[in-house]
Nanobody, 125 residues
Framework: QVHLVESGGGLVQPGGSLRLSCAGS????????MGWVRQAPGKEREGVAC????????FHAPSLKGRFTISRDIVKNTVSLQMEDLEPDDTGIYYC??????????????????WGQGIQVTVSS
């Protein structure tokens, strides 16, 4: 069974930075795309970013304007999201997601098959 466990969420001031991490287990990381999805209160889930492998194909939502960067460690089976210049609109629950490479659509991580429990990110002064 695929298990994804997020960590690193919390409260941060506008303009600040935060790093989210996700530990995966129960699957071969070479065969899975991993990524991040978020959901703000009252809004639909939104794909944030995903990555095939270190140095490989990635997707970052254009609306983020380069503020977030995804990275991955295949050996440790972890994926991280470095969040910079955070805004109040970035507030929400962030989910680690994964999908087999043969079914994943890189531009739609919100459609990935495996989801973590989610972790709260709050950007507020």
């Amino acid at each position: 069974q695929v298990h994804l466990v997020e960590s690193g969420g919390g409260l941060v001031q506008p303009g600040g930075s935060l790093r989210l991490s996700c530990a995966g287990s129960g699957f071969n990381p070479e065969h899975y795309v991993m990524g991040w999805v978020r959901q703000a209160p009252g809004k639909e889930r939104e794909g944030v970013a995903c990555i095939l492998r270190p140095g490989g194909n990635t997707f970052h939502a254009p609306s983020l304007k380069g503020r977030f960067t995804i990275s991955r460690d295949i050996v440790k089976n972890t994926v991280s999201l470095q969040m910079e210049d955070l805004e109040p609109d970035d507030t929400g629950i962030y989910y680690c997601v994964a999908d087999p490479i043969w079914t994943a659509t890189m531009t739609r991580p919100d459609r990935f098959s495996a989801w973590g429990q989610g972790i709260q990110v709050t950007v507020s002064s």
